[in-house]
């Protein structure tokens, strides 16, 4: 609970900056995370391939 008061606070001058600054961090995250996955299944796949070869 302390937690998410303290994150609530965190946020709240991010709040302030406006909607536009939020849309800009969403898609870096968004970007980031499909970057995150790509690596993982690439590496995934690399992985198999020494496994079955």
């Known amino acids: 609970m ?9 946020c709240l ?3 302030a900056l406006g909607e536009e600054f ?4 969403i898609e ?3 970007a980031y995370y499909i970057c995150g996955l790509l690596m993982i299944v690439g590496v ?3 992985v198999k391939r020494l496994v079955s070869g």
């Open 28 to 30: 870096f995250l968004v």
């Open 22 to 25: 939020w849309s800009r961090i």
């Open 13 to 15: 001058p991010i709040l």
């Open 44 to 46: 995934g796949l690399k």
């Open 2 to 10: 302390t937690f998410m008061v303290t994150l609530y606070f965190y």
